[in-house]
C-alpha cells in the first residue's frame, strides 16, 4: 500500500528557502502548446516525487551525503561476489509493483540472487524475482522524514529485511550522524536494534561494521581494520607506485655504479697484468748474461 508523504509529520524537514524554485530538485515533463507540438517544460520536485520517484529526476545532494552513499556502494561492493547475483545499488529506483509504478530510490540497497545483471535505470522485484535484503539510507536536513517516517512503513511493508538510517543532522559549520538499525521481525514491522560497540551496526550482509565518526560513515571488518574511502586507495596505489619507480631508479643507479666499479677493477686488473709483465721482461734481461 503506498502512504502519501503528507501523512506524516514534517516538523524533522529543514525549512525551505522560499526562493528557490526547486528546492527538492526537477523533472522534465512534456506540454502540449496551442499548435498541437509539445515541448519539455521543467517542474519542480515535490516532497512526495522524492520519496516515491521516477527515473530520470533530477535531484542534488551535499556533498557530505554524496561522500557517504558513494563510499558504502564501494565499500559494500567490494565485500561481494556479482558472479553469485551479489548487487549493490546506488540511487537507482526500486520498484515493487509488475507495472514499476510504485517504487523508491533507496542510497544504497544491498541484493541478493540476482539472476542476471543488467542496467538497471529501474530494478523491478517483481520481474527480477528478488528484493534488496538491506537498505542503507543517509538522510538530507529536507527530506529527512521521508527517511525517518515514511521509509520505515513502506519498506517494512514490501518486506525488506533490513533497515538502517544514517541520520546526519548538517550546518555550515558542523555534521552529526546517529545511527539506525531496524530489522523486520515475525509481525511484519521494523524493531529497532541496540547498537554494537562505540555504537557501531554489524552488518552481516555484506561483512563489515558500519560506524559513525566526526561526521561521516566509516566501514570496519571483521578484524576491525578500516576500510578506505576510494580518494585513500588511489593516493595509497599512486605513492606504491612512485616508490617502486623511486626504486627501479636507485637500482638502476647502483646496477650502473656496479658496472663502473667492475669496469674499474678490470683496467686496474689490466693494468697490473701488464706492470708485472713489464717487471718480469725487465727481471729476465738482468739476469741474462751479457753479450
Known amino acids: 500500500m503506498q502512504r502519501n508523504v503528507l501523512d506524516y509529520p514534517m516538523h524533522l524537514n529543514a525549512p525551505i528557502d522560499p526562493r528557490d524554485r526547486y528546492p527538492y530538485g526537477w523533472r522534465y515533463v512534456p506540454e502540449t502548446l496551442s499548435d498541437g507540438s509539445e515541448h519539455l517544460v521543467k517542474s519542480p520536485l515535490t516532497l512526495e516525487d522524492i520519496l516515491h520517484p521516477q527515473e530520470e ?40 509493483d509488475e507495472a514499476g509504478k510504485y517504487a523508491h530510490g533507496p542510497d544504497v540497497a544491498v541484493i541478493f540472487n540476482v539472476k542476471a545483471y543488467g542496467r538497471w535505470s529501474t530494478f523491478n522485484t517483481i520481474k527480477e524475482g528478488t528484493r534488496p535484503s538491506l537498505i542503507v539510507e543517509v538522510t538530507s536536513p529536507t ?11 513502506e519498506y517494512a511493508e514490501q518486506k525488506v529485511p533490513r533497515y538502517v538510517i544514517a541520520d546526519a543532522r548538517e550546518s555550515p559549520d558542523s555534521r552529526k550522524v546517529r545511527l539506525i538499525d531496524y530489522r523486520l521481525n515475525e509481525e511484519g514491522e521494523y524493531e529497532t536494534q541496540p547498537l554494537g560497540p562505540n555504537g557501531r551496526i554489524w552488518l552481516e550482509e555484506v561483512r563489515l561494521w558500519l560506524a559513525a565518526e566526526e561526521g561521516w560513515l566509516v566501514c570496519y571488518d571483521a578484524e576491525g581494520n578500516r ?26 643507479s647502483e646496477k650502473l655504479a656496479r658496472t663502473e666499479l667492475d669496469q674499474d677493477l678490470r683496467s686496474e686488473r689490466q693494468a697490473r697484468e701488464a706492470l708485472e709483465a713489464r717487471l718480469k721482461e725487465l727481471e729476465a734481461r738482468l739476469k741474462a748474461p751479457n753479450t
Open 57 to 96: 529526476d533530477f535531484r542534488l545532494h551535499s556533498h557530505p551525503h554524496t561522500q557517504d552513499v558513494h563510499y558504502c556502494s564501494m565499500v559494500f561492493e567490494s565485500m561481494l561476489n556479482t558472479d553469485l547475483g551479489e548487487h549493490v545499488l546506488s540511487d537507482c529506483r526500486v520498484a515493487w
Open 143 to 153: 527530506t529527512r522524514s521521508t527517511d525517518l517516517f515514511n521509509k520505515v512503513w
Open 227 to 252: 576500510k578506505e574511502t576510494y580518494t585513500e586507495l588511489d593516493q595509497a596505489l599512486r605513492s606504491e607506485k612512485h616508490a617502486r619507480t623511486e626504486l627501479d631508479q636507485a637500482l638502476r
